[in-house]
């Protein structure tokens, strides 16, 4: 008797536990995912907010490959969107967090969480010089990298000496952007590579 009920009670600890994966308070966010969100919005904004995981149709994953997460944020202040994208940059993968304000639909802020590029020119895509660049554009039109100064609205500077892993993040960014458009706006979007096109880097092509 005293070992079935040790037995339902696990079962039932372990059916809370699973529940608690698929719907708990922060949804699936990472501690570095969460941290960037309460830099954007306040620690207090993210701890009253709403998380949901949102499920990337397979369409989506097919145009938009780099995108491996989504989230809608629902807080006080508004809804916002939050997109775990990994682009492929010159040597690995370049791991960022693209948030969204969806009453404005434009870019909230970027953060490059991890990446494994060169360290002598592609630390500098982690800079707030660099990814500042992103705040406030449009995501009715994706961004395009230049290399000393900008034309539109929609030019990012490159990072000099890192081409190929500037290119890394525009692309993840604009990911971001065609999953948003196409997931919450119902709108088509052109379809955005996974590689840096046009660049040899010493990524396999195919990984």
């Not at 938009?64 to 682009?87: D, L, M, N, Q």
């Not at 791991?95 to 969204?100: D, E, F, G, P, T």
């Not at 999953?179 to 195919?206: H, S």
């Amino acid at each position: 008797m005293q070992k079935r009920v040790i037995f339902v009670l696990l079962l039932l600890l372990f059916s809370l536990f699973l529940h608690s994966c698929a719907s708990g308070g922060d949804r699936g966010l990472s501690a570095p995912q969460k941290e960037a969100l309460e830099e954007w919005l306040g620690a207090a904004a993210i701890e009253g907010a709403a998380v949901q995981v949102l499920e990337l149709p397979e369409s989506a994953a097919e145009k938009f490959p780099a995108v491996k997460r989504a989230f809608r944020i629902s807080a006080e202040s508004g809804e916002y969107y939050a997109f775990a994208a990994s682009p492929l940059g010159y040597k690995d993968a370049v791991n960022l967090l693209v948030a969204i304000d969806g009453y404005n639909e434009e870019i909230l802020g970027i953060k490059v969480l991890q990446h494994n590029e060169s360290p002598e020119y592609a630390d500098y895509i982690t800079r707030d010089w660099f990814i500042d660049r992103f705040a406030g554009k449009n995501v009715g039109q994706y961004l395009k990298r230049v290399v000393l100064e900008t034309d539109n609205e929609s030019d990012i500077i490159q990072v000099t000496g890192a081409t190929v892993s500037s290119q890394a993040v525009i692309n993840g960014v604009n990911a971001a952007m065609g999953v948003y458009r196409e997931l919450v706006k119902e709108q088509e979007a052109p379809a955005v590579p996974l590689y840096v096109e046009g660049f040899v880097t010493e990524i396999k092509a195919d990984r």
